[in-house]
């Protein structure tokens, strides 16, 4: 079963905008892990946070992780039409399931050039 | 290229037969993850491995698929009498947790069809 949601499910947007995706989950994690996945390919790694981390950064991303709300946002700032893809959380928690990812339904972003 | 790979990359086939698919992880991960994900959701988890251990099975992996990692490196996935709910794209990930983190690479995966 899916661990979390992904708000909004479709996002569409310019180039040069700002976009925002939001997740959320249902149990304890040990981290949350944001992949891309380009129209029937593989996952791309994009960016992992640990429980005990609150912000991280990795280029034009920036993701947050509020476990309080059990929440997480990715940004991706001045966004290109390359950026266009399905964005998915994956929440990798913690205890003897250690490793096994849980996944959102995922946000699909277009960015119009 | 040295990232996960899996072969075939597209499988067509009729309902009731066998297929088996392949992945070969990154040559130092220690770990191997399979994934379903069918149209317009996310992945969701098949099975994993370490080294040679099947340490986990999700309740998806009905008795008509089975896993194997026979040398602790590549993998092989089986379907059984193969049902038209299989179509999906199945997903092979690897990983090493030898290290700090446990960032899964995945593979192009293998789409199915079961017609």
């Known amino acids: 079963s899916q661990q979390g949601e992904e708000d909004p499910q479709a996002l569409s947007i310019q180039e040069g905008e700002n976009a925002t995706m939001n997740c959320s989950y249902k149990?304890?994690?040990?981290?949350l892990q944001w992949y891309r996945q380009n129209s029937g390919r593989g996952l791309v790694h994009l960016i992992l946070?640990?429980?005990?981390?609150r912000e991280k950064h990795s280029g034009r991303l920036r993701v947050t992780l509020d476990t309080s709300k059990k929440s997480s946002s990715l940004l991706i700032t001045a966004s290109r039409a390359a950026d266009t893809a399905s964005y998915f959380c994956?929440?990798?928690?913690?205890?003897?399931?250690?490793?096994?990812?849980?996944f959102g339904q995922g946000t699909i972003l277009t960015v119009h050039p | 290229d040295t990232g996960v790979s899996q072969d075939p990359r597209h499988k067509i086939t009729k309902r009731g037969q066998n297929v088996t698919f392949r992945c070969d992880p990154i040559s130092e991960h220690n770990r191997l993850y399979w994934y379903r994900q069918t149209l317009g959701q996310g992945p969701e988890f098949l099975t994993y491995f370490q080294n040679e251990a099947q340490l986990e099975k999700s309740r998806l992996l009905s008795d008509r698929f089975s896993a194997e990692r026979p040398k602790g490196s590549f993998s092989t996935l089986e379907i059984q009498r193969t049902e038209q709910g299989d179509s999906a794209m199945y997903l092979c990930?690897?990983?090493?947790?030898?290290?700090?983190?446990?960032?899964?690479?995945f593979g192009p995966g293998t789409r199915l069809t079961v017609l």
């Open positions: 994956a929440t990798g928690p913690g205890g003897t399931s250690y490793g096994k990812l849980t």
């Open positions: 990930a690897s990983s090493f947790t030898g290290g700090a983190l446990d960032e899964q690479f």
């Open positions: 946070i640990r429980s005990n981390e």
């Open positions: 149990t304890s994690i040990n981290n």
